[in-house]
C-alpha cells in the first residue's frame, strides 16, 4: 500500500467506536504495551485500542501521544489500521524510519501478537499484543472503561 493513500476516517475512528459500545460481542481489539516511559505513558502501561483506526506520534490528535522530549519521532508518525481480521501498521513519517522487530518497514507492515514496533531509531518501543478467546472481544471490557476507551480514541482527532 502507498501510505500517501491512507486517510484517518469517521468510519475507523467514531464509527468503529460506537460499534465496539454498543455491539460489542463480535469486535475484537489490540493491546499496544508501551515499552518507554514518556509524559502520556508509563512503561508497562498496557492501552487498550477498540478502534479500528489509530495513529502515533507527537500531534494532539494522534491517539497513542508521545512528547516532544521524542524529537525523532513525528507529529504523524505511523498509523494502525484494521483489515478484515488483520491489522496493519502504515509507516507516515517522510523524515523517521518505523521499526518492527529492529527492521525498518517500508509502506504498510501485517502485524503478530508479539511484535515490538518502534518509532524511530532509539524511539519508543511498543508491544502489540492482541487477546486471545473472549477476552479478544470488546465487550469483555466493562462500559464504562469502554466509554472512556470511546472518548479518548474516537473523538480525539476530531477535537
Given at each position: ?53 489509530i495513529?502515533l ?80 472481544l ?22
Amino acid at each position: 500500500m502507498d501510505t500517501q493513500n491512507y486517510k484517518r476516517t469517521l468510519a475507523g475512528s467514531v464509527g468503529a467506536g460506537m460499534g465496539a459500545i454498543m455491539n460489542g460481542s463480535g469486535r475484537t481489539y489490540f493491546i499496544l504495551e508501551h515499552k518507554s516511559t514518556s509524559k502520556y505513558h508509563q512503561a508497562g502501561e498496557a492501552q487498550k485500542i477498540i478502534v479500528d483506526q489509530i495513529e502515533l506520534g507527537r500531534a494532539a490528535s494522534c491517539q497513542v501521544r508521545f512528547d516532544e522530549s521524542f524529537e525523532t519521532v513525528s507529529r504523524r508518525h505511523a498509523a494502525i489500521e484494521r483489515e478484515g481480521e488483520n491489522w496493519k501498521l502504515i509507516h507516515l513519517s517522510q523524515a523517521n524510519p518505523t521499526l518492527v522487530n529492529g527492521r525498518p518497514i517500508n509502506g504498510t507492515y501485517y502485524l503478530q501478537s508479539g511484535d515490538e514496533i518502534q518509532l524511530s531509531v532509539g524511539g519508543p518501543r511498543l508491544g502489540f499484543i492482541v487477546p486471545q478467546g473472549r477476552q479478544a472481544l470488546t465487550s469483555s471490557i466493562g462500559m464504562t472503561e469502554r466509554m472512556n476507551l470511546f472518548r479518548q480514541q474516537a473523538l480525539r482527532p476530531y477535537k
